[in-house]
């Protein structure tokens, strides 16, 4: 019936190109604090292979862990691969992934981020159906990640009917 004591998600963990460039792009522009470093690592062993699923001589350069408002913390990677580095995925490959971060004011957000040079992917979208309530828009981190803003100030259509609800920024301890 799932794991047992779960609680909920601790962090999420992604790898940059330019753990300096992340950081001051999540502290700076973003809003997150920055927490603490670890690193580096290296195994001259099949640690790293065997623990981390990467070729065994790679090296975590360093790794930056970031508190982002009321959300999972982020533990930021740089690494070396000793095996070269794959692309980014899209949003429809597998693995394709982004973040979301929810704002009470979405049009502010998209200044906010318009100001400091970020790419923004189209104008905001007005959900619809089980998410009526919800607006949204993609943006690209400096590197080219992925990722999103979300604002839903008075709630999502779903909630009226439902007796299990998502996990609400607006509301962290419901």
């Known amino acids: 019936m799932g794991?047992?004591?779960?609680r909920g998600t601790e962090h999420i963990g992604f790898t940059v190109?330019?753990?300096d460039e992340a950081h001051r792009f999540f502290?700076?522009?973003i809003g997150c604090e920055y927490v603490y470093t670890l690193g580096p690592f290296q195994r001259?062993?099949?640690?790293m292979a065997e623990h981390l699923n990467v070729h065994p001589r790679s090296v975590m350069r360093e790794l930056r862990f970031f508190r982002c408002g009321h959300g999972p913390n982020f533990e930021v990677f740089q690494w070396e691969p000793a095996d070269g580095?794959?692309?980014?995925?899209r949003n429809s490959d597998i693995g394709g992934h982004h973040l979301a971060f929810y704002v009470d004011d979405l049009d502010?957000?998209?200044?906010h981020l318009r100001e400091h040079g970020v790419r923004i992917l189209g104008d905001p979208t007005a959900s619809r159906n089980a998410s009526e309530g919800q607006r949204w828009v993609y943006f690209l981190a400096p590197w080219g990640m992925q990722l999103e803003l979300v604002?839903?100030?008075?709630?999502?259509a779903?909630?009226?009917?439902?007796?299990?609800?998502l996990w609400d920024p607006r509301d962290p301890l419901a």
């Open 151 to 156: 604002s839903f100030p008075q709630g999502k």
């Open 27 to 29: 502290v700076d522009v």
């Open 85 to 89: 580095q794959a692309s980014q995925p």
């Open 158 to 165: 779903y909630e009226a009917g439902s007796t299990v609800k």
């Open 3 to 6: 794991l047992p004591g779960l």
């Open 17 to 19: 190109p330019d753990l």
């Open 108 to 111: 502010a957000a998209i200044t």
């Open 44 to 47: 001259e062993d099949e640690w």
